[in-house]
């Protein structure tokens, strides 16, 4: 049954690099654990606007998480986010250079095998030709398939929306869809393929654009192991 999924998942894939509009994005997520409480993270980003060409968009983005219980947590984070022309790979000019302040609250909670996370975020974003606000909420889902909890060599299932809103009229910006397999190698990484929606009202005209994205995450420890003493 996992094969079949994995299979199935892969078929629109391999379909779509035929397609010139189906873009990549690809995801590395860090996790460093500083204590049961305090956390850092980094992540980068790299899109492309064909499958695995001419790449126009890459982000760096770093900060800290606070973790009130294992449900409920604070995160501030900043970034860097550049988009080049299109036509090529990171072609010149730049034609938006970005740094990014978010302040964000994570909820989650379990009905029964499933896991909801609640993702709501403010950010402050500095660019040419100036500065704007925007407010972010994603709800997310997770089920894992052949066990009951996401444990080392679990297959399981993932999907979010994501709506973005500004204060400024239209509020409605942008809105995000994905949907994907999962499998957790082990205690420490994860490797997520998937198919992404994006929608954008750009000038009171909506333009939508696909995605293959793929996601490694990677935990580590700062914790001292007392089995190693």
Known sequence: MIRKLFFFLLIPVAASSQINDFGSWNALNTKLSLSSKWSLFNELQVRSQSFYRHHYYYEIKAGATYALNNNFSFTLGTGTYRTFSDGGNFELPVIANETRLWEQANFNQALGRIIFAHRYRIEQRWFSPGYRNRFRYQL???????????VPKTFYLAAFDE??????????????????????????????????????LKNNTGVGKNYFQLTLSVELSAKKNPKSN
Not at 140 to 148: D, E, F, G, I, M
Not at 182 to 193: K, R
């Open 163 to 200: 709506i973005f809103l500004t204060n400024t009229i239209p509020q409605f910006e942008r809105n995000r869809f994905y949907a994907g397999l999962g499998y957790q190698l082990s205690d420490n990484i994860n490797l997520q393929p998937g198919f992404l929606r994006q929608y954008d």
């Open 140 to 150: 997310k889902a997770v089920v894992p398939l052949n066990k009951k909890k996401i």
